[in-house]
């Protein structure tokens, strides 16, 4: 084994908040906005999602009792109904989804904000409890 040098361990300095006060304004107003834009359109799309859906049962409905009562088998009238109501299950489905879609992006903005706390937080118990 050869000769080691001490270990050099240069001074610490006090390391600088990663936000502001108007930083952390700024992002949490983003944030609070973005949030209200998810659960306006959230509110819009499950809305949609059920007018949806109620279309596709009533179409579904009619045209089965309407199959049934011009004589064709069970099975035939459901394949003749789902037909005719596929227009309007697409609708359901594609609104579920924008509904499921915009949910998600509340929960992410609730992540974020909680998020967003922590690193006020510790920026301010870094900066002595300005920020």
């Keep these: 084994m050869g000769y080691r040098a001490p270990l050099q361990v240069a001074p610490r300095e006090k390391p600088q908040p990663t936000l502001g006060l108007n930083e952390l304004r700024q992002k949490a107003h983003a944030l609070s906005q973005r ?4 659960i306006r359109d959230y509110e819009r ?10 279309d596709y049962r009533v179409t579904l409905a ?4 309407q ?9 035939a009238s459901e394949v003749v109904a789902r037909a005719a109501a596929s227009e309007a299950k697409h ?6 989804s924008l509904a499921k879609s ?30």
């Design 35 to 38: 949030r209200s834009d998810a």
């Design 45 to 54: 799309y499950a809305e949609q999602e059920a007018d949806a859906d109620r």
């Design 62 to 65: 009619k045209n089965f009792t």
């Design 67 to 75: 199959a049934r009562s011009a004589g064709e088998p069970a099975g």
């Design 91 to 96: 609708r359901r489905d594609i609104a579920a």
């Design 102 to 131: 915009s949910l998600l992006r509340i929960e992410e903005c609730e992540r974020d904000a909680a998020t967003l706390r922590s690193v006020a937080d510790w920026s301010r118990s870094l900066d002595g409890g300005t920020a």
